[in-house]
């Protein structure tokens, strides 16, 4: 079975910019988590999305959104990107009421921000 | 938020048994995990505990949970250089949906 996979995996973007991240889940997991990971902050979630909809959300500002489609993949979208956006987004897949609820991540795309 | 200590470093001889801490603050703790992360990969899922548990055994990995005093620890026995990683201990509070709270990470070095 395919792990969870993320696209693109590197990506160079300047200040004030937009960007797009996705994310495909494992084959029949319906639960779709973003984090953001940098040195100083550490792995800090971002949101959630299950079924399409949006369960949960970090404290991140609202330039950061996602969405999830009907086939589980999911996006992140950046708006008007700040140096401090710069980081590892790791996109991790679920599967609802699966033994321990464990959360499979993907190799994650490293966003750059000049 | 809730917090998640480690701390940061940890040197151990190739053979030898490693023992990773981890405390916690948020009582309300359903799953504690172990993630290993390599350099430039993402997060690799080791193993996990239900908080209604005290101990989990798989294979070189053991995982000790005290929940009174809110500590988890992960051991790794025999640890080999390719263990050599940064290890993530991360809790899923009941109200949190699937959200994970991580700790830093703990930096495992091990030498031949």
């Known amino acids: 079975k395919a792990g969870v996979t993320q696209t693109p995996r590197y990506l160079i973007k300047t200040r004030g910019q937009q960007v797009t991240l996705s994310c495909s889940p494992i084959s029949g997991h319906r639960s779709v988590s973003w984090y953001q990971q940098t040195p100083g902050q550490g792995l800090q979630f971002l949101f959630e999305y299950f079924s399409e909809t949006q369960r949960n959300k970090g404290n991140f500002p609202g330039r950061f959104s996602g969405r999830q489609f009907s086939n589980s993949r999911s996006e992140m979208n950046v708006s008007t990107l700040e140096l401090g956006d710069s980081a590892l987004y790791l996109c991790?897949?679920?599967?609802?009421?699966?033994?321990?609820?464990?959360?499979?991540f993907g190799p994650g795309t490293r966003l750059t921000v000049l | 938020g809730e917090d998640v200590e480690q701390s940061l470093f940890l040197s151990v001889r190739e053979g030898d048994s490693s023992v990773i801490n981890c405390t916690y603050t948020?009582?309300?703790?359903?799953?504690l995990y172990w993630y290993k992360q390599e350099p430039g990969a993402g997060l690799q899922l080791l193993t996990y505990i239900f908080s209604n548990m005290d101990m989990k055994q798989d294979q070189r990995l053991t995982v000790l949970l005290n929940k009174k005093d809110k500590h988890l620890s992960l051991r790794i026995a025999d640890t080999q250089t390719g263990d050599s990683a940064i290890y993530f201990c991360a809790e899923r509070g009941s109200n949190s949906g699937y959200a994970l709270n991580f700790g830093k990470g703990t930096s495992l070095l091990v030498t031949p």
């Open positions: 991790a897949s679920s599967l609802p009421g699966g033994e321990g609820d464990e959360q499979f």
């Open positions: 948020d009582s309300s703790s359903t799953y």
